[in-house]
């Protein structure tokens, strides 16, 4: 089946052309042609999720909530730790594209070394809104938090559209999530995310999502920085993005990562060399590379 990453068809304005341009990471892949690099990156995280599960201790489509979407799939080590340090994953998809069954191509390679890998779904463009997405993340959690009280460690990982629904999870007012309890959350890796969503309302990227400009201010974790503070004030935070992402996320990333340090938190910026939007991600299936050597070293030290 082809699958094609959302983008405009035809757009006469030279302006919203440009933002489209701005925002559509496959046009900047140093790789691929646009669509091949999608569909590489289709092949890759399919195939190492079907990996996984065909080799892997895992419960699938767990119920974190009462929606039909609400569902995630757990991935254990062998001789599972009441204890493990869990990677929370959030996929990406610019909101309308992908699912937590091409969620879990870091699986084999992160449970090998203990932790457990968790790929969480959401209600993706148009079934859910940008609202209805981050309360989604933000109760698997809470979810997670409450089932696993023994690990030593709950880490989130978002990738593009999912890097924003981690970084509004940091942002959560959590007392209007379960009984009030703010999950503690060790860690966190943003990589190639949208963290000011507002300039996306005048591209191809809204045309499912119909977000309006108070939507999209309402789903940018750009301002909500001091809750990150608030609530998580001794979370590590790895904001990444790959060296042929395109200029806008590169600045997106760095312009969060210093309102985050302004405040005092704990939290890196590091551009992957020779990486694009997709690889820099789905790369995690290996071993030896830069960004899963880093996300080992944060969850097992």
Known sequence: MLLEWP??????????KDLDYQYS?????????????????VCVTQSET???????????????GDREGDRLDIYKPQDCRSD?????????????????DQSAFMATTLTAVGVMVVAVDYDIAPKGTLDVMVDQVRR???????????SRGLYICGHSAGG???????????????????????????????????????????????????????????????????NHPSCKILVVFAEHDPPTFHRQSKEYTEQLKGLGMEVSCVEI???DHFNVVHNLAEEQY????????????
């Open 50 to 64: 079907d990996k996984a599960r065909s080799q892997l201790q895992c419960e699938l489509d767990v119920p974190y």
């Open 84 to 100: 493990a340090p869990i990677f929370v994953y959030i996929h990406g998809g610019y909101w309308q594209f992908l699912s937590k």
């Open 164 to 230: 924003q629904l981690c970084a509004m999870v940091l942002s959560s007012n959590w007392s209007k999530v379960s009984d009030g309890r703010v999950p503690e959350i060790k860690g966190a890796f943003l990589v190639s995310g949208v963290y000011d969503v507002t300039p996306l309302v005048k591209t191809y990227v809204n045309e499912p999502l119909k977000m309006t400009e108070e939507d999209a201010r309402r789903n940018s974790p750009c301002l909500f920085t001091d809750a990150v503070l608030k």
């Open 290 to 301: 830069q960004l899963t050597k880093m996300v080992i070293a944060e969850m097992t030290s």
């Open 140 to 150: 698997a959690v809470s979810f997670l938090s409450e089932k696993f009280p023994s």
């Open 7 to 16: 983008q405009r068809k035809l757009d006469f304005d030279p302006q919203i």
């Open 273 to 275: 060399p020779d990486t």
């Open 25 to 41: 990471p496959s046009r900047w892949s140093h790789r691929f042609e646009p669509e091949a690099a999608v569909q590489d990156h």
